[in-house]
Nanobody, 124 residues
Framework: VQLQASGGGLVQAGGSLRLSCAAS????????VAWFRQAPGKEREFVAV????????YYDDSVKGRFTISRDKAKNTVYLQMSSLEPEDTAVYYC??????????????????WGQGTQVTVSS
């Protein structure tokens, strides 16, 4: 399956953006789909995941209450709605698909398919 991430851009602090991750050559139906991000000079970090194992969503504490991950099965697309954005949210955001075990849901090594990344810049 190929993943295409889009929706990034420049936004002021407190603003909102919605990222999209579209699948082609396959379906998200049997995959957990996650968002990760990587800021300059930092390691890639987990943001959120929509699982198939138990149909739940998990979030990193830094985005809980501000970001929402959702699926549109008809469009084979996963979204990340980001609100109350902060300059610390500035990063390249990547979507990823895989079949991770729940205990390692936030580990990037659990995901075998990756999109190309989309830049999110939050100005103060």
């Amino acid at each position: 399956v190929q993943l295409q991430a889009s929706g990034g851009g420049l936004v002021q602090a407190g603003g909102s953006l919605r990222l999209s991750c579209a699948a082609s050559g396959g379906t998200f139906r049997t995959y957990s789909v996650a968002w990760f991000r990587q800021a300059p000079g930092k390691e890639r970090e987990f943001v959120a995941v929509s699982t198939v194992q138990n149909s739940r969503e998990y979030y990193d504490d830094s985005v809980k209450g501000r970001f929402t991950i959702s699926r549109d099965k008809a469009k084979n697309t996963v979204y990340l709605q980001m609100s109350s954005l902060e300059p610390e949210d500035t990063a390249v955001y990547y979507c990823a698909a895989g079949r991770p075990i729940i205990s390692a849901i936030s580990s990037s090594s659990m995901y075998g398919y990756w999109g190309q990344g989309t830049q999110v810049t939050v100005s103060s």
